[in-house]
């Protein structure tokens, strides 16, 4: 049988609420007896309809006993209507009715320890009022250690864009609206290298060699800012490299920190038969390495010049800044006979903007103000599975 609950504010905010166990999520979860858990979310309050009983909640009353479904007539009542009876036991109207009859996955939520008073609080942020949504637990999350749930609601139900920005600053976690992309697509996805890949800026590092580290970390955050035009910033921090002894890139080289999952998504997409490619501003020697390292299929960056073991202060050949990010994402997708709707473009930076207008799909990854509200997607929490978190299972 699944049990109402109706929650206020004030009562998702008690301490004591058992709804804030991650541990009592995922059971409620696994005791679905094959039906989605459902949430209806009102203006002053959101109801829970959960095959768990929850002992220290009150349960939603109705004509003064406990209301109880069954799981089958749960279910009718989502297949039928698409809403339950409201408080005062009366129905929705028809034209609610209609809509809620076409349905679809549309979010995904995650974070770390997840529980239940998370998820209704996100849920509330989002301004979704008389709105019934199911949930379930994405099927990818267990490959990362995290707890994300796929939320499905009335097709033509919208969120806002900026409701989810809002939503994931004040309660510290990730909210994803599922694109018309599958892991089983096998398409193309390009990623920006530093602060994308790597949870470092390679020429930052190479400056700290020098004694020059503030100063380019300076030009690097107006660059990334886009306050500064990227390959006339690119040019003024290498200058700064003159005279390194190239063999210590080497020991740059062997710490450089991949972002979280970075590693188990690319496998995850290599099995599923995609493209991975690496199309960064920074530099060959680190590009190429991830690249073998990530088994990843192509990897394009600036190349430093080293003479007599020596950085010289300059970059070889053409610069790649925005507009060669994005030359080389539809270049790829050109050669590998592609649907633009099946290519994604990853970053960080303002010089990632070009190339993320090109793809189908975009996601900013940790990103500055200016490229999470561009794209379509941006991971603000988390770490690389958010990439998959956006595709529908």
């Keep these: 049988m699944y049990f109402a609950y109706r929650f206020s504010q004030d009562d998702l905010n008690m301490p004591a609420n058992p709804l804030h166990s991650n541990e009592n999520l995922l059971q409620m979860l696994k005791n679905n007896q094959g039906l989605s858990c459902v949430v209806e979310i009102k203006q002053a309050s959101i109801i829970l309809y959960s095959s768990m009983e929850f002992t220290q909640c009150e349960r939603f009353l ?10 089958s007539a749960l279910s009718e009542h989502i297949k039928a209507a698409g809403a339950l009876e409201n408080a005062q036991g009366s129905s929705v109207s028809q034209q609610s009715h209609k809509q809620n009859q076409k349905k679809q996955s549309q979010l995904c939520i995650a974070k770390h320890g997840l529980n239940i008073v998370d998820l209704l609080q996100a849920l509330h942020a989002l301004d979704l009022s008389d709105v019934l949504i199911e949930f379930a637990l994405n099927p990818y999350a267990s490959h990362f250690a995290l707890t994300a749930i796929d939320l499905t609601m009335p097709a033509n139900v919208k969120v806002e864009k900026a409701k989810i920005q809002e939503a994931c600053a004040k309660h510290r976690l990730d909210i994803y609206q599922k694109r018309d992309l599958h892991l089983s697509d096998a398409g193309l996805l390009v990623m920006d ?10 020429i930052d590092e190479i400056a700290g060699l020098a004694g020059v580290k503030d100063k380019v970390s300076q030009v690097t955050e107006a660059a990334m800012r886009g306050d500064i035009p990227f390959t006339q910033s690119l040019h003024e921090r290498v200058a700064c490299l003159e005279g390194i002894d190239a063999q210590q890139l080497y020991d740059i080289r062997k710490r450089l920190p991949f972002m979280p999952n970075f590693i188990s998504v690319m496998k995850l997409l290599k099995a599923a038969g995609w493209r991975l ?33 020596k950085l010289t202060g300059k970059v070889l050949g053409e610069v790649v800044d925005a507009n060669k990010k994005a030359s080389i994402l539809l270049e790829l997708t050109q050669t590998l006979g592609l649907d633009r709707d099946k290519t994604i473009a990853m970053g960080d930076g303002a010089n990632d903007l070009v190339m993320m207008q090109q793809a189908g799909h975009s996601l900013a990854y940790h990103a500055k103000r200016k490229v999470a509200e561009a794209a379509d997607n941006a991971v603000y929490v988390g770490g690389f599975e958010g990439l998959i978190f956006t595709m529908r299972a």
Aim: proline share 0%.
């Design 62 to 71: 109705d004509k003064n006993a406990a209301k109880v479904f069954s799981a």
């Design 193 to 202: 290298m530093d602060s994308t890949v790597i949870a470092m800026e390679c």
């Design 277 to 309: 490619a690496i199309a960064s501003g920074g530099f060959t020697f680190f590009a190429d390495f991830v690249k073998e390292v990530a088994s990843l299929d192509y990897a394009m960056s600036n190349q430093l010049e080293i003479v007599n073991g």
